[in-house]
């Protein structure tokens, strides 16, 4: 962000090669902090030997094996629907923010000084969230959370000036990151713990599919009413979606069931 906002501190002569350069001191944090996994973390040996066709063909089983379970598991099918819409608005929030702003005229700077922002509040307000969580449960936590995205939403539909985004943005960032980890303690406490690995594995896949109807529902909107207020107020609809099917999913049966399996 320094280094976009102010690139002649680093001798560089535009924002847009900041964020060339950006791209190599990713590289570098990434190798950087990779080396104590790779140096100190002991990996057990591979279970079977297979070549690359053999270990693809046995993915696909697996995940075909991960879809008939689930239809022994109703609590988990209807969670992964709920977090699967409610996901979607947690992203497109995150990746339509910028955009949502230019829109209504802000500057890119202040966009990205929100974004920072975000990202500072997340970290500690994701620790504060699991406590949360532990005094009153996953889901109820998970409530809040979606509580706190629809008042964002509502505000942001009417916000005016740039120091309510920054407002917006801590806002974010104090349930971003809870919703998140509290929905994988969840999903945890509902699926066969001897299958977890496959289970969380199908869970990522359906995390990889957010951020798609929630651009679309703002794109649609934006078009048929000219307005990017209202294509705001349309993710509103995944959040609500999502609650009342996470509603649903009992945890206790859910619970039960993944250990009968």
């Not at 955009?99 to 620790?127: C, H």
């Not at 303690?185 to 869970?203: H, L, N, V």
């Not at 078009?223 to 990017?228: D, M």
């Amino acid at each position: 962000v320094l280094m976009t906002l102010q690139p002649q501190w680093f001798g560089l002569s535009s924002a847009a090669e900041a964020v060339q350069l950006s791209f190599l001191t990713v590289a570098l944090w990434w190798a950087l902090f990779s080396l104590p996994l790779f140096r100190y973390v002991p990996e057990p040996p591979a279970a079977v030997s297979a070549g690359g066709g053999t270990a693809l063909v046995a993915g696909f089983r697996q995940l075909a094996a991960t879809f008939r379970q689930l239809r022994q598991l109703r609590v988990v099918f209807l969670f992964l629907l709920g977090y699967w819409l409610y996901i979607d608005g947690v992203h497109t929030v995150i990746r339509m923010a910028v955009d949502y702003g230019l829109s209504l005229g802000f500057e890119a700077n202040s966009l990205i000084v929100a974004l920072l922002i975000t990202q500072f509040v997340g970290f500690p307000a994701a620790l504060l969230f699991g406590l949360l969580g532990e005094r009153l449960g996953p889901k109820k936590g998970i409530y809040i959370g979606i509580g706190v995205y629809l008042g964002v939403i509502a505000w942001g539909a009417v916000m005016q000036s740039a120091w309510e985004f920054y407002a917006i943005a801590v806002l974010i960032g104090l349930v971003q990151g809870g919703v998140q980890s509290l929905s994988r303690s969840f999903y945890a406490r509902i699926i066969p713990a001897d299958k977890s690995a496959q289970f969380f594995g199908f869970y990522n896949m359906v995390g990889k599919f957010a951020a798609v109807i929630g651009p679309v529902l703002m794109g649609w909107v934006s078009l048929a009413t000219g307005s990017p207020r209202m294509s705001l107020l349309s993710i509103a609809l995944l959040f609500v979606a999502g609650a009342l099917l996470l509603r649903l999913a009992d945890m206790e049966e859910g619970g039960r069931r993944a250990q009968e399996l």
